[in-house]
């Protein structure tokens, strides 16, 4: 597994890295499949001293990103507390993909769909402010369902395996899940 240690408006400290790596190692043993685990801290300027630091790690497990970030007033308790998360977290992605082994063998699945017409407006004094690019692996609609939940998103791009087309999936308002397949007009 590959640990990458990022600071944002601060320098690490060489402790804080070697804490980190010490605590990224139990990940690896969790989840042996573990690629790259990006570890980003951060300090703010905050009236609150209690939220100064900002820790944020993104596990990649082949395509499957669990994400977690906490914060505190110091830079070890939020790393203890962001690893606390992520490991609760290891632990649910491993139970779901076991129980999901199980269902596969006991019954086939069936699949659906919800289509929204739902149109957003987008105003003409909002700007784009931030351009994300991420590795996109191929799969199912459920499975982009589950990586949108474990990453706490409202939507998830992803390639469908079946369409081999790229598709959204969201939260919808009444709390189901919609699949948006986009076609050129």
């Known amino acids: 597994m590959e640990i990458l240690i990022k600071g944002k408006n601060m320098d690490v400290p060489k402790k804080a890295k070697d804490y980190i790596e010490k605590k990224a190692e139990k990940f690896d043993r969790l989840l042996r499949n573990i690629s790259t685990a990006k570890v ?3 300090e703010e300027k905050t009236k609150s001293k209690e939220s100064r630091y900002i ?6 497990s082949q395509g499957t990103f669990l994400r977690a970030e906490e914060r505190s007033g110091d830079i070890f308790s939020a790393i203890d507390a962001v690893a606390d998360v992520m490991d609760r977290q290891i632990r649910r992605y491993k139970d779901r993909v076991k129980g999901k082994q199980q269902r596969r063998t006991a019954v086939s699945k069936s699949k659906s769909k919800v289509l929204s017409g739902e149109n957003l407006d987008v105003e003409e004094d909002e700007k784009l402010i931030k351009v994300k690019s991420f590795p996109v692996s191929p799969m199912s609609p459920d499975e982009a369902v589950d990586q949108m939940i474990w990453l706490g998103h409202d939507f998830f791009v992803f390639y469908n395996d079946a369409s081999e087309q790229f598709n959204v999936v969201y939260r ?6 919609g699949l948006i397949e986009p076609e050129l007009g």
């Open 55 to 60: 820790v944020e790690v993104t596990v990649d």
């Open 40 to 42: 980003e801290l951060s």
């Open 172 to 177: 919808r308002k009444d709390g189901h899940y």
